[in-house]
């Protein structure tokens, strides 16, 4: 198998391998774009959200081109942003809620359909890992808060302080302000300094992971420390099976990233596997879960984003403006498509 090929997209562009099966599609304040020509699929490939999915596309892809199986592709994944310190939207160094208190979500989904996820897991850094427990030693779908801690410390998980001195820093700038506002996507962050230029490496959000492994298996993974400055409590997306992340080995998967209430209002990842199950491309399907969302939040926040990322097994590349994916596989080609824009 050749060496992997990573790709990152900047906020105009898509760079894909020259084969796979994925599409984005997403909405800017109000305005979302994509394109895509139709490509076949080739096994392995691996894509998530954001450009820091190049380092956890790297971390998939040792797992993929050795012959292994597409959930510890994702697994392995996720767990590299969420142990970066210097990303701030997964994961251990993540931005806190409004009192301080880093907590994160995660989802894994198998090609069984199995799957396993957390919200609001305060103190240990791999809730991916942590949701993975959820899925294979428990039979329930999802634990929170203080039960979830406590399984994964049963679990043998580490118990650490999330919070680092830099989001800390930031946590404390934010406060100063005395606002509550709640954002998702750095296109739309503001608060404090040291957040990173919008799009820069600093300054992204959800990790959402699909994999499709060369035996032919989907699985995903969605992890997060959710809006940076939320209430206590509150859980977006990511965490929620069908919303944030959904995987149908017979169809394809789908996983989300952007304002979490609009992907759960809209079952949003589950919508775009049964989309594509009814014969839309991901590119699409993508387009359709993002337009029903626009249709329906008539009053919506002009900062308010979403973008959905999907992979199926007849697919096709698309891209939209102001959202950006990562993409790896075998192929030996590659290309570049040009998003343009609809609203
Ligand atoms: C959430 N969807 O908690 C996540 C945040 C995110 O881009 O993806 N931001 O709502």
């Known amino acids: 198998m050749s060496n992997p090929q990573n790709f990152v997209l900047d906020r105009r562009r898509l760079i894909g391998a020259g084969a796979g099966a994925a599409a984005t599609a997403g909405l800017a304040a109000g305005a979302a774009a994509e394109t895509a020509q139709p ?6 490939c691996v894509v998530s959200t954001w450009d820091f999915g190049v380092a956890a596309n790297a971390a998939a892809w ?4 050795k012959g292994g199986a ?19 939207s997964v994961g251990r160094a993540g931005y806190p809620d409004r009192d301080g208190h880093g907590s994160l979500d995660a989802s894994i989904m ?9 919200a609001g897991l305060e103190h240990i850094a791999h809730p991916i890992s942590v949701a993975r427990r959820v899925m294979e030693r428990t039979p329930h779908v999802l634990l929170v808060g203080d039960g979830a801690l406590q399984f994964a410390l049963e679990q043998g998980f580490r118990r650490e302080e999330l919070l680092t001195p830099e989001s800390r820093k930031a946590w404390k700038a934010w406060l100063k302000e005395h606002r509550y506002h709640p954002v998702a996507n750095s296109e739309v962050r503001t608060y404090g300094k040291d957040l990173g ?11 959402g992971m699909l994999a499709l492994d060369a035996h032919g298996d989907l699985s995903g993974a969605c992890t997060t420390s959710g809006m940076a400055w939320k209430l206590r409590g509150r859980v977006g997306d990511s965490p929620i099976i069908g919303a944030g992340l959904y995987v149908d080995n017979a169809v394809g998967a789908a996983t989300s990233t952007g304002v979490g209430e609009e992907v759960i209002r809209s079952c949003g990842s589950f ?5 594509m199950r009814q014969g839309r491309s991901p590119r699409d399907a993508c387009r359709e879960a993002v337009q029903r969302i626009l249709k329906r939040n008539v009053a919506r926040d002009p900062d308010f984003q979403v973008g959905f990322l999907a992979i199926s097994r007849v697919g096709a590349w698309a891209v939209q403006k102001g959202f950006s994916y990562a993409c790896c596989d075998a192929a030996s080609q590659t290309r570049i498509v040009e998003s ?4």
């Open 39 to 44: 490509v076949k699929l080739q096994l392995p």
């Open 62 to 65: 040792k797992v993929l081109s």
């Open 70 to 88: 597409a959930l510890d592709a994702v697994e392995a994944g996720a767990r590299v942003p969420e142990a970066d310190l210097k990303n701030h």
């Open 110 to 118: 198998d090609q069984k359909g199995d799957c396993g996820a957390v």
């Open 197 to 207: 230029t919008p799009g820069s490496k600093t300054n992204h959000d959800t990790l």
């Open 271 to 275: 919508l775009v596997v049964e989309l």
């Open 340 to 343: 343009e824009s609809f609203s």
